[in-house]
């Protein structure tokens, strides 16, 4: 089974990072903290067409990507992940090829947005993250739709650059890292959740 080398990175990154707080993570897990890598990129100004692989929306509101269920089951197949019930867990031999991955100088500003998206558990629980994405306007819409639909078309993407600019203005003195407007961004959206429900 051919996939997606970025995809199967990005996998192969969250698993890891994920792993090490619980030991085990799940596929939707891996499609959350992606999405939310992506949208990480965009915030640095990349274009979206560059991460390498699409998502689309679920009625549920959450980011769904193909080419990271074909990774998944690529990686589980090779012996990369182990599956335990419901559960994933990486393998000895999954973090020596991510060792091997992470090292390259082409991975290293996907890697950049990936760790920032995983630390936002240090403030996050996943539940929170998904909850807080959920609000993203792309997933929203989605999930008011009864179907599938693309993320991040031209749209899309001129409302987030325009939100992130606003962030970036309000976040000037933090620098260059992505884990700062990562947990700034999700708590706005988590409280933009909670008010529609009150």
């Not at 970025?6 to 939707?28: E, N, P, V, W």
């Not at 100004?45 to 679920?58: E, I, L, M």
């Not at 031999?93 to 920032?116: H, M, P, T, V």
Request: with cysteine; proline share 4%; net charge negative.
């Amino acid at each position: 089974m051919r996939f997606n080398p970025d995809a199967a990175f990005d996998c192969l990154f969250i698993a890891d990072r994920l792993g090490q707080d619980t030991g085990s993570f799940t596929g939707a897990e891996l499609h959350l903290f992606g999405y939310l890598a992506c949208l990480l990129w965009l915030y640095r100004r990349r274009a979206v067409s560059d991460w390498g692989y699409p998502f689309v929306g679920t009625e549920l509101g959450a980011p769904y990507s193909q080419d990271i269920d074909m990774s998944i089951r690529g990686l589980t197949e090779r012996g990369y992940f182990v599956s335990i019930q419901e559960r994933l867990r990486m393998t000895d031999s999954g973090r020596d090829i991510l060792r091997d991955l992470a090292g390259l100088s082409l991975n290293q500003e996907r890697a950049d947005c990936l760790r920032a998206a995983c630390a936002s558990t240090a403030a996050f629980s996943v539940g929170m993250v998904g909850s807080a994405l959920a609000e993203e306007p792309e997933l929203r819409r989605a999930r008011a739709l009864p179907m599938s639909r693309q993320l991040l078309e031209e749209p899309a993407q001129s409302q987030l650059y325009l939100q992130f600019e606003a962030l970036r203005g309000a976040l000037r003195q933090v620098g260059d890292d992505l884990r700062v407007p990562a947990v700034v961004w999700l708590e706005a959206l988590y409280r933009s959740g909670e008010s529609i429900e009150a």
